[in-house]
């Protein structure tokens, strides 16, 4: 008999530090669920506690990790922009649940699940950030999406309930997209590594293109709903309105900068090579998704609606970083959402605070609800008017700076219809973010209607949103390190 002799690699060829900071979040998630099982009456604010405590652990394992790209049998690819992606996912995580510690006691902070779920997530979310395995960031997405809606169901109010129905079952038929997609390109080249895959799609000059577009089209199918791309978008603005306006400003952030990653790896494979093709149907939905949304944002009433829309409109621009395909525009990309990050935050947050449960109009965020906020609370229309003069793209404040470098990087790429299209979107998108902001300082309170702002405010939500205000006006002061710190880890990933 001929005895079969099986090499494992040894632990050091791992390189288990690859998958660190994923366990940390991981066994966080188990301990919030142990202590569960021990005692059940402890208070909320131990676990909002414990959250960030494994979230700061997660962040200084990222910071600190020093090894080599790949490990765990190749799966994970721990690059540059992997560390980037991880550090934007974990520090926004870290705010948003802060949002958990309001004086208001909502359904679903009352669970420990709500915790260990969120967790959970956020290990889906680095996991598909770090690998170029189509089959490991399939379980990502799916373990991150899982966690997402049944986080939103949890709200238990009938909207809540409906919105997580919505989302699983548009969630679904995008996993079926990606799984199909995946597959046609396992069929083509017999991997499912996106690195193995380009390699042997360029060395056969693209053979059999008709069947490899059909796969390009499932793929981007999967991560448009993902992105919220047109036409698949249509989940955003009830979801968001479905959700808590806390857990709105989340979903318009975190699952969109792991989306963005897979398809910057993706779909370099196919800019690199200047396949027009796919080339002109990724520039096609990038001006659908910037210019549809925002003209239907136009006839919002709703503060949480129009905002939703506005973050499918800003999803479209930082997409085009990725058609740009230059070092300048994927850095303009993180800068950009960045920029959106500390802007949407504040600006959802805030939102967040002002959420009354016994409220008399006909949704949590009418507009009409905001009108003469400036004479019966001017620090809260100041600080709104502040972050929406930021979406609005008005200088000097921070998305400004965000969207006037990923401009720079299309016109220095020779883009400049698209350019233009961002610019006109932009002055389009001023126009319904000055809507609000006319109902809180130039129209009066209406009459016979009590409106109890900064119902669920509390200490460390202020904190929260006293660092998004100051990060949105001294902004200018942050853009030259960032983009350095940006630059750096963009070009050691070589993109």
Not at 381 to 390: D, N, T
Request: aromatic share 14%; with cysteine.
């Amino acid at each position: 008999m001929t005895d079969i002799v099986v090499n494992l690699p040894s632990f050091a060829e791992l390189n288990f530090g690859t998958i660190v900071p994923m366990i940390v979040a991981i066994v966080g998630a188990l301990v919030i669920i142990c202590i569960d099982l021990v005692n059940k009456n402890l208070d909320k604010s131990l676990y909002v506690m414990l959250t960030v405590l494994f979230l700061i652990i997660d962040f200084g394992v990222l910071i600190g990790y020093s090894g080599s790209v790949r490990g765990f049998f190749d799966l994970m690819l721990v690059d540059g922009i992997s560390i980037l992606a991880q550090g934007v996912i974990v520090i926004a995580s870290i705010l948003f649940i802060i949002s958990a510690m309001g004086k208001l006691r909502f359904q679903e902070y009352r669970y420990p699940e709500y915790f260990a779920l969120y967790l959970f997530m956020i290990a889906g979310f680095q996991f598909m950030v770090s690998s170029d395995s189509l089959i490991l960031i399939f379980v990502g997405l799916e373990t991150a999406s899982m966690s997402l809606y049944t986080i939103i169901a949890m709200h238990n109010r009938k909207s809540a309930l409906e919105a997580a129905i919505k989302y699983f079952t548009m969630g679904a038929l995008a996993t079926a997209f990606f799984a199909f997609g995946s597959m046609i390109f396992y069929a083509l080249t017999g991997t499912v590594e996106l690195g193995q895959i380009s390699e042997v799609l360029v060395a056969s000059n693209f053979e059999n293109y008709p069947i490899i577009l059909v796969g390009v089209v499932f793929m981007l199918g999967a991560l448009a709903f993902k992105l919220s791309l047109v036409p698949f978008h249509t989940w955003v603005p009830d979801v968001y309105e479905g959700a808590t306006a806390a857990l709105a400003g989340f979903m318009s952030i975190v699952p969109k900068m792991a989306g963005f990653v897979v398809a910057l790896r993706f779909f370099e494979i196919f800019i690199a090579s200047e396949d027009r093709f796919v080339e002109v149907i990724l520039y096609l939905v990038i001006v659908l998704t910037m210019t549809i949304p925002n003209i239907i944002a136009l006839l919002q009433t709703d503060f949480n609606r129009m905002l939703a829309y506005s973050s499918v409109s800003n999803a479209g621009f930082a997409m085009a970083a990725i058609l740009i395909g230059t070092t300048q525009a994927t850095s303009a990309l993180f800068l950009y959402w960045i920029m959106f990050l500390v802007t949407n935050l504040g600006g959802f947050t805030m939102l967040w605070l002002n959420r009354d449960k016994n409220n008399s109009f006909k949704s949590d965020h009418a507009l009409e609800r905001y009108s003469g906020l400036v004479k019966t609370s001017p620090i809260v229309a100041c600080m709104m008017g502040l972050f929406l003069m930021s979406l609005a793209g008005i200088p000097p404040f921070a998305l400004f700076w965000g969207k006037m470098y990923l401009i720079g990087a299309s016109v220095n790429a020779g883009y400049m219809l698209l350019a233009l299209i961002m610019v006109i979107n932009s002055a389009i998108a001023g126009y319904y973010y000055l809507k609000p902001i006319v109902y809180m300082f130039l129209k009066d309170p209406i009459e016979g209607k009590t409106v109890k702002y900064m119902q669920n405010a509390t200490t460390p939500i202020k904190t929260v949103i006293g660092f998004c205000a100051v990060a949105v006006i001294f902004s200018i002061f942050l853009i030259e390190p960032l983009l350095e710190v940006i630059s750096y880890y963009v070009q050691i990933s070589g993109y």
